[in-house]
Nanobody, 121 residues
Framework: QVQLVESGGGLVQAGGSLRLSCAVF????????MGWFRQAPGKEREFVAS????????DYTDSVKGRFTIYRDFAKSTVDLHMNSLKPEDTAVYYC??????????????WGKGTLVTVSS
């Protein structure tokens, strides 16, 4: 049984920063790629960022490149998303995800329950 628990969402003004964290509980967590997706109101869930089983490479959707950084801590079985220069269009529920498949393509084995990020203008 694998469980993902997100934390760190909240309300922030445009231009501000937030850090999301996801703790993964289960066996053989190191065999999974890890990442973050988001779903804005009225839109489909989309890929945001990922980190491979080894910690490199990382991938980002174009809209967050240069602003978001994904970091994987193998000792703690966590994956963090550092979000800077936040924009109102970053407002969404953010989901942690892990997979042994192609995470960028949305092939996810396990999802977290999500954490809400709201960016005010």
């Amino acid at each position: 049984q694998v469980q993902l628990v997100e934390s760190g969402g909240g309300l922030v003004q445009a231009g501000g920063s937030l850090r999301l964290s996801c703790a993964v509980f289960g066996r053989n967590v190191f065999t999974y790629a890890m990442g973050w997706f988001r779903q804005a109101p009225g839109k489909e869930r989309e890929f945001v960022a990922s980190v491979s089983r080894s910690g490199e490479p990382t991938d980002y959707t174009d809209s967050v490149k240069g602003r978001f950084t994904i970091y994987r801590d193998f000792a703690k079985s966590t994956v963090d998303l550092h979000m800077n220069s936040l924009k109102p269009e970053d407002t969404a529920v953010y989901y942690c995800a892990i997979t042994r498949g192609a995470i960028v393509a949305g092939q996810v084995d396990y999802w977290g329950k999500g954490t809400l990020v709201t960016v005010s203008s």
